[in-house]
Nanobody
Framework: QDQVVESGGGSVQAGGSLKLSCRTS????????MGWFRQVPGKTREGVAA????????YYHNSVKGRFTISRDSAKTTLYLEMNNLKPEDTATYYC????????????????????????WGQGTQVTVSS
């Protein structure tokens, strides 16, 4: 099973920025999907962004479009989530997720923020945005 490990969480004021990182094992490379999810206690896990590791296709939740950017390094071993103009409602535990093979959804590769489509998860990193 893929191993994924997040880092980069922290506390920031509204309007600030943070960049999360996620390292994954070679099993995920180079064909799968990776995504970022977040969860607040008492609520269901919410998909934030996804990327096709073997290409450039990305997919975002409407609430973060224009503020968050998902990317990966050229070696395809590290996933990033750059978060700008953070809002208090972005406060959550952020999880990195991986899927070994790509999935075609709505005509695009890895266009899915459904947690059921991912089979490897990190332990999470806390992001706190204060007003």
């Amino acid at each position: 099973q893929d191993q994924v490990v997040e880092s980069g969480g922290g506390s920031v004021q509204a309007g600030g920025s943070l960049k999360l990182s996620c390292r994954t094992s070679a099993h995920t490379l180079p064909r799968g999907c990776m995504g970022w999810f977040r969860q607040v206690p008492g609520k269901t896990r919410e998909g934030v962004a996804a990327i096709f590791v073997g290409g450039t296709s990305t997919y975002y939740h409407n609430s973060v479009k224009g503020r968050f950017t998902i990317s990966r390094d050229s070696a395809k071993t590290t996933l990033y989530l750059e978060m700008n103009n953070l809002k208090p409602e972005d406060t959550a535990t952020y999880y990195c997720a991986a899927r070994s093979e790509p999935i075609s959804v709505a005509g695009g590769l890895c266009n899915t923020l459904d947690s059921e489509d991912y089979d490897a998860w990190g332990q999470g990193t806390q992001v706190t945005v204060s007003s």
